[in-house]
């Protein structure tokens, strides 16, 4: 019996030990762990890839966590995630060696997050929630790191103009109609994958593009035009659906005979589709880096004593200014074209120009045309051309040669 009674403790010792071994990889043979809790800021971004998003953390103090973590969401999700190398990486998971301790990568360990929604009906997103990131990470170099932080991250919804949210065009697909055109096809999704649209456009054999204004017409398929769109049709009761349409706050919106659709390009096979005063972006490729999604834009437009027109025009986003720019055009000309910029260019008397930015901190003087990248002022130079292209009613594409970018609603 006594031999019975030492038999189960020493099982329960045993599997006490283990399950305590599940809930701290740390403890036993490891060394001791450099808990680090105190962090003095915190960062996220959030960038879409193929697969899922890739969601950056940077907690920073006198030691600095970068986690890579690999999500489904525009937002950090609750989960526990674990590593994996970058061409095996899920939701789920985060990347080995991209996640770094101080600069050195980890090879291995578990990251925790839980989030408290401030909407506890429907546990969605805010701004205002409050995070718990637990951490155990063993670095490449042997050393074995855990502690946790809780507080704020800013993850920032995608791409948002007409209160539509498009992510993907998922398909183009493109075919010979027996009337002699090409169809497009094109299938769009919003950030959760969910249908956020369709559109049949028909162009002619030789088209190299598939930009431009289409007027939707029905039976388009059989009618042998370029340039048109088919209408779209949806008879629930018969289970009977197609066509062009698009969902807007969680409704479908059909296309109609008669309704004019422009696509206008924004990047490489990324596009502006405009609808009846409804602007959105369908992006089926990266944007790039650089490309900024704003819904303010002002132009304060003056004449100037050389006779042209100076229009400054400022670039908010949270209010906050990130590019101003001064253009100079013809009295009634529209800002679309491509501009130089040259120094005194308000005394110059020429179109198509904008003006140098100037900085003198320590006088208190600054002017002219520039842009803010990682929080800090760049000004452009005499010689950088600037492009701003129209992409809808009041929309506009302002690209610097020097790589920056701007989409900008009126």
Not at 75 to 100: D, H, P, R, S, V
């Amino acid at each position: 019996m006594k031999k019975s009674i030492f038999l189960i403790g020493m099982m329960a010792l045993v599997l006490s030990s283990c399950y305590q071994s599940v809930l701290d990889p740390l403890s036993g043979i490891f060394p001791s762990p450099n808990v680090v809790n105190e962090f003095t800021s915190a960062a996220a971004t959030s960038v879409k890839g193929d697969k899922g998003r890739m969601i950056d953390i940077d907690l920073n103090g006198n030691t600095s966590v970068h986690l890579a973590l690999v999500g489904n969401k525009y937002y950090l999700t609750e989960n526990t995630y674990t590593e994996a190398q970058a061409m095996a990486a899920k939701n789920g998971n985060f990347i080995i060696g991209q996640t770094k301790v101080n600069g050195v990568g980890v090879k291995s360990g578990r990251v925790e997050v839980a989030r408290v929604a401030v909407d506890t009906e429907t546990n969605s997103y805010s701004l205002d929630d409050v995070y718990t990131i637990k951490y155990v990470l063993f670095c490449e170099d042997g050393t074995p790191y855990k502690g946790s932080w809780s507080g704020k991250l800013a993850f920032y919804p995608d791409p948002v103009l007409g209160d539509i949210i498009i992510e993907n065009v998922l398909a183009d697909a493109a075919s010979p109609t027996e009337a002699g055109m090409v169809k497009h096809l094109m299938n769009l999704t919003d950030g959760d994958g969910n249908p956020a649209g369709c559109f049949e456009i028909f162009v002619d054999p030789g088209a190299a593009t598939i930009t431009g204004t289409y007027v939707c017409k029905e039976y388009a398929e059989t009618l042998g035009e370029g340039g048109i769109i088919a209408n779209g049709y949806n008879f629930p009761d018969w289970g009977i659906a197609g066509g062009s349409y698009y969902m807007k706050d969680g409704a479908r919106v059909d296309v109609n005979a008669g309704q004019t659709v422009v696509i206008a390009p924004l990047s490489d096979k990324s596009y502006i589709f405009s609808i009846d005063g409804t602007e959105f972006v369908a992006a089926g490729t990266e944007l790039g880096e650089g490309i900024v999604f704003t819904g303010a834009g002002a132009d304060a437009a003056s004449e100037t004593q050389a006779g042209k027109m100076k229009h400054l025009v400022t670039v908010s986003e949270d209010d906050a200014t990130v590019a101003m720019f001064e253009l100079f055009t013809e009295p009634a000309a529209d800002i679309n074209g491509t501009y130089t910029c040259k120094e005194y260019a308000e005394n110059l008397g020429e179109s198509l120009i904008f003006a140098n930015g100037y900085n003198f901190p320590d006088w208190g003087i600054a002017g002219g045309s520039y842009y803010m990248k990682d929080g800090v002022r760049v000004d452009i130079g005499a010689g950088e051309l600037l492009t701003v292209a129209k992409a809808g009613a009041k929309l506009y594409v302002f690209s610097g040669s020097t790589g920056y970018s701007f989409l900008v609603k009126f």
